[in-house]
């Protein structure tokens, strides 16, 4: 059968579908014809209905396969239904976390919707088009729900969750690779590994569990009751890197996307020797504090790894305690970080400010932890409740959601009930946090910058607001940056001005972190 998977990837950074390419591979090694669609403004096109149906109706396909997340949701379902309307006898499938966290509002909601895949689809979208293809029994295939002959909608069981060792390799020919490739400098998005040891409340894996536990009716949420954690075999990942080093050439590093990259040690000691003998680039990832000492930070440099990723998110104890279920200390992201610049390994810190009840001071306390442990990148993010995560259900209980309409973008737009006063400081804070860095650094650019913000805290609502005080607040800020480096003074800058939410340590004499090793992950 020929399935079209269509995928959001605008407003938002530029990269391709892991879950997705996967998902091609395995229906083409059961014989069917997939196309991906990728609605991508960066490579293609955004989001332009008239255009999209052209290309749909070009294909002409028999099945269309959505992967969704929350910030794109409403344009898919909009989308979808009009795809629906046109071609009534093409079955729609939604997948992707925010359909399994919220898989029964997604098809009461939205009738054009025929299946939806809650879970992993490696073997449940396979099967739903093999037996599609063969008019055979739609509605009794696990981790599918589907709708009867009368529309009501039946919710099958998990199945077990899957060895990812021996998986298809990922489908690239189906995307723009080389071209994406190109655009993002030879970085190229991995998956090592699946699941997360950790809990924290606004993360997709809470939810996850939770649904896992309730199909398969244990008692607890442990890796040897679910099988949530799971990492490939060393030959299986190095066999795909070397493969994709092989036949596009211009891919120059590795960005692993896993949630928790280094959470079984010793399996990645060994995995690291082999990347090292076999693969041979530089590579970036994504982990926590706590899974990290001094022994498993010297086998990553040794191996080339470029620069980690950590989710500091806050410094607030309160904050981690009662709202985020995070269980890191300051103390160990202190070490951490100290450790990764004696291994000379870049370090980018993810951050999270506004979150319900969140004061002043509890932001203030996140950011100067930041410019402690300077990394070389930092985002700062605004807090956003996900639907089926107990983030969402926190932030509801204390009566704390404001707004409950979606955004594409998480960086720009508070969610969450504060003061008139509170959002403008927010806002402010939100869109120049990198002046608190550098107010913090306590180096030479320090005085600078608290000068800016006296005069930033000191605007009323309707000069902030006012168009032209933005493009001096603009000017000044670049200013500043401009005599900055060009006086060799380490600060924080802005070097990318689609992601504003992102600032770069400019430290001798260059930007520590170059475009493409950004990633939306």
Not at 31 to 43: A, F, M, P, V
Not at 320 to 345: D, G, H, M, Q
Request: aromatic share 12%; proline share 4%; hydrophobic share 35%.
């Amino acid at each position: 059968m020929k399935v079209l998977f269509i995928f959001p990837n605008y407003d938002c950074p530029l990269g391709i579908s892991i879950g997705v390419s996967y998902l091609s591979a395995a229906l083409k090694e059961h014989g069917h014809e997939t196309r991906i669609l990728h609605i991508c403004d960066e490579i293609d096109y955004g989001f332009d209905i008239s255009r999209i149906k052209v290309d749909v109706n070009e294909y002409n396909p028999e099945i269309i396969a959505f992967s969704v997340g929350e910030n794109h949701y409403e344009d898919m379902c909009n989308l979808a239904k009009q795809l629906k309307e046109e071609n009534e006898n093409t079955p729609i499938v939604f997948g992707g976390i925010h359909i399994t966290l919220n898989a029964e509002d997604v098809m009461k909601l939205n009738p054009f919707i025929d299946f939806c895949i809650v879970g992993e689809g490696d073997d449940a979208l396979p099967d739903l088009v093999d037996k599609l293809s063969n008019d055979d029994d739609l509605y009794s295939i696990p981790n599918v729900w589907a709708r009867d002959k009368n529309r009501n909608i039946i919710k099958n069981k998990m199945r077990p969750l899957k060895d990812i060792t021996n998986l298809p390799f990922m489908d690239l020919d189906e995307w723009k690779f080389e071209e994406i490739t190109k655009t993002r400098r030879g970085w190229v998005n991995i998956s090592m590994n699946r699941g997360c040891p950790y809990r924290c409340s606004f993360c997709h894996n809470v939810g996850q569990v939770k649904i896992l536990k309730e199909n398969f009716n244990t008692k607890g949420t442990s890796n040897s009751e679910l099988g949530y954690l799971r990492v490939r075999g060393i030959d299986d990942i190095i066999s795909e890197l070397c493969s994709i080093k092989q036949k596009y050439p211009l891919v120059t590093a590795f960005s692993f996307i896993d949630d928790t990259f280094t959470f079984d040690r010793n399996h990645m000691k060994k995995f690291f020797v082999e990347y090292k003998e076999k693969v041979n680039l530089p590579f970036i990832c994504l982990t926590t504090v706590n899974s990290l000492d001094e022994e498993i930070i010297s086998f990553m440099a040794d191996a080339g790894c470029d620069m980690i990723r950590f989710g500091v998110e806050s410094a607030s104890p309160r904050i981690r305690k009662e709202l985020i279920k995070r269980n890191f200390s300051n103390k160990k992201i202190l070490e951490i970080f100290s450790l990764c610049k004696k291994y000379s390994i870049r370090t980018f810190a993810y951050n999270i400010i506004a979150h319900p009840t969140e004061k002043k001071e509890e932001i203030l306390a996140t950011l100067k932890l930041n410019a402690t442990i300077l990394p070389e990148g930092v985002r700062v993010s605004l807090g956003y409740p996900y639907k089926g995560t107990p983030y969402y259900n926190i932030a509801k209980s204390l009566d704390q959601i404001e707004d409950e309409s979606t955004y594409h973008n998480y960086s720009t737009y508070t969610k969450f009930k504060f003061t008139e006063d509170e959002k403008l400081w927010i806002d402010k804070c939100n869109s120049y946090f990198k002046w608190w860095l550098n107010a913090f650094a306590d180096n030479e650019s320090s005085v600078y910058y608290k000068k800016l913000i006296d005069e930033l805290e000191a605007l009323s609502k309707e000069q902030w607001e006012n168009h032209m005080q933005k493009i001096l607040l603009q000017n000044k800020d670049q200013q500043l940056t401009d005599m900055l480096k060009e006086n060799m003074v380490t600060h924080y800058t802005s070097p990318f001005s689609d992601r504003p939410d992102i600032v770069i340590l400019f430290d001798a004499g260059k930007e520590k972190i170059k475009r493409e090793e950004l990633d939306g992950h």
